[in-house]
Each structure stands twice: as structure tokens, then as C-alpha cells.
């Protein structure tokens, strides 16, 4: 079964230009999140997905960061524009959602933004 | 809003020897908390997941323990081996399914 898939890998882009992160989930997984992780950081929740619809948004920078899950399976999450300290490394998860053990989170191998 | 320590920050081991990696939490009502294993440049990778009601689970040489009262959870890796040098993350999670992760602890197992 494949994992958590996220693309790109790596993104270098100058500062005030957009650049835009997906993820494919587990299939199946109801609940999405997007993370931000730091140097030397645990991750930070941006924005937590159930099916479509955001569910928990309250640390996404929302004059700057959009997200979208239009049919419930894949993600996009989005900066515009982009500035020095957003450089980071972007990660998805999923899990099946629901309670117990179905709250166990799987991990996408991240992306990592450098903003120049 | 819950704050989550990992301690020590920092540990290089030789091969074999047994450790505790310890995690504590200020607020006591979570749901579960998940260990993770990070290494470098990688995405974090699920170790073991225990519920709130739960004491311990266990998962190959990885056992886990939860004192949800006293706000602590230990992380046991017996007879270490190279393979297992990575950054290891706990995560309470609580009424949400939020998870807060404390910032690791680093791990280095020289042979």
C-alpha cells in the first residue's frame, strides 16, 4: 500500500513569488493535515482536513497561505506571496480519522522550501 | 495550550545499550500520544501509538509507557542498534485529534 505521497521534493524561489505544495493521502483516510516544521522544531499544524472540508485552520497565515481538498482525497496548499521566513519544510499527513487508533498519523516524506 | 518537553535533547549511545527517551506534557487530557521516528531530510515515521487509556505498548525492541495523570510518557529501546540514530518525537494529542510535538530527541548509536 502506498504512503503519504507529496510533491515537489524541494522548491528554491525568490521571495514575493507564489509556489504551491500537494499531497496524496493514504488511500482511503479521511482526515488530512498540512504541517510546517522549522529547523531544530517539531512540526506545527497549519490546517487539518476532514474529508473537504477544513476543519481546523486556526494557524494557517491566512492573508498569505490558502489550502483546498476539493473532493476529499487530494490537497494543495499554497503561498502567496512567498517571504524569507516561510522557508521550512512543508508536511502532510493523514489518518483514517475517527477515534482510537484510527487517529494514527502517517507521515509524507515532506517538502522542503527555500525562499531566496 | 499544551507544551511538550522531550529530554534529553541530545544522546550518543555506543551499540547495545538500553535507553529511555522521555516525554512530558502540561496538559493531562489527551486522547493518545504517538512516538515518532524523523531522520534526516525524511518525513517523521509512526512508532507506536498509545490511547489514553492504555499504560504501555510495545512494538519490537520500542516499548512505550503512559502516565496520563502525572503528564509523562517513556520511550524504552532495548539493545540499540545504528539503525536506530534518528530524531524521536512524541505527540500528545487532545480533544481535537491535534497533535503537539515537543522538539525531540536526537539520537546517535555509534557501533
Known amino acids: 500500500e502506498a504512503g503519504v505521497v507529496q510533491s515537489p521534493r524541494y522548491k528554491i524561489i525568490e521571495k514575493k513569488q507564489p509556489v504551491a505544495f500537494w499531497c496524496n493521502p493514504i488511500?482511503?483516510?479521511?482526515?488530512l493535515y498540512w504541517y510546517r516544521q522549522n529547523l531544530g522544531q517539531g512540526p506545527e499544524l497549519l490546517i487539518r482536513?476532514?474529508?473537504?472540508?477544513?476543519?481546523?485552520d486556526s494557524q494557517l497565515p491566512k492573508d498569505r497561505f490558502s489550502a483546498e481538498r476539493l473532493k476529499g482525497v487530494d490537497s494543495t496548499l499554497k503561498i502567496q506571496p512567498a517571504e524569507l521566513g516561510d522557508s521550512a519544510v512543508y508536511l502532510c499527513?493523514?489518518?483514517?480519522?475517527?477515534?482510537?487508533?484510527?487517529?494514527?498519523?502517517?507521515f509524507g516524506p515532506g517538502t522542503r522550501l527555500t525562499v531566496l | 495550550k499544551q507544551e511538550v518537553t522531550q529530554i534529553p535533547a541530545a544522546l550518543s549511545v555506543p551499540e547495545g545499550e538500553n535507553l529511555v527517551l522521555n516525554c512530558s506534557f502540561t496538559?493531562?487530557?489527551?486522547?493518545?500520544l504517538q512516538w515518532f521516528r524523523q531522520d534526516p531530510g525524511k518525513g517523521l515515521t509512526s512508532l507506536l501509538l498509545i490511547q489514553s487509556s492504555q499504560r504501555e505498548q510495545t512494538s519490537g525492541r520500542l516499548n512505550a509507557s503512559l502516565d496520563k495523570s502525572s503528564g509523562r510518557s517513556t520511550l524504552y529501546i532495548a539493545a540499540s542498534q545504528p539503525g536506530d540514530s534518528a530524531t524521536y518525537l512524541c505527540a500528545p494529542s487532545g480533544g481535537s485529534y491535534i497533535p503537539t510535538f515537543g522538539r525531540g530527541t536526537s539520537l546517535i548509536v555509534h557501533p
Open positions: 496538559d493531562s487530557a489527551i486522547y493518545n
Open positions: 488511500s482511503g483516510h479521511n482526515t
Open positions: 499527513a493523514s489518518s483514517l480519522g475517527g477515534r482510537g487508533p484510527y487517529n494514527e498519523q502517517f
Open positions: 482536513y476532514e474529508n473537504e472540508e477544513a476543519v481546523d
